[in-house]
C-alpha cells in the first residue's frame, strides 16, 4: 500500500482519523482492513465478471 492509497482510505472513512489520532499503533490494523477490502471488491468484481459472461452465453 502507497501513501496515497492510505490517504484515500482515510478520506473515504474518517472514523479512522480519530482512531489513529488516539491510537496510532492501530495503524497495521487500517491497513489489514484497507488489504481485506480490496480483496473483497476484486472477488466482487469477478463475480460480476462470471455472471455478466453466463448471461451473455446463454442469449446466444
Not at 22 to 32: N, V
Request: no cysteine; glycine share 0%; net charge neutral.
Amino acid at each position: 500500500m502507497t501513501k496515497n492509497d492510505v490517504y484515500m482510505y482515510l478520506r473515504y472513512h474518517p472514523q479512522w482519523y480519530i482512531v489513529l489520532s488516539r491510537y496510532p499503533e492501530r495503524y497495521q490494523d487500517l491497513l489489514e482492513e484497507m488489504k481485506q477490502k480490496q480483496n473483497n471488491e476484486l472477488i466482487d468484481k469477478l463475480d460480476k465478471l462470471s455472471l455478466f459472461i453466463q448471461m451473455m452465453e446463454m442469449l446466444k
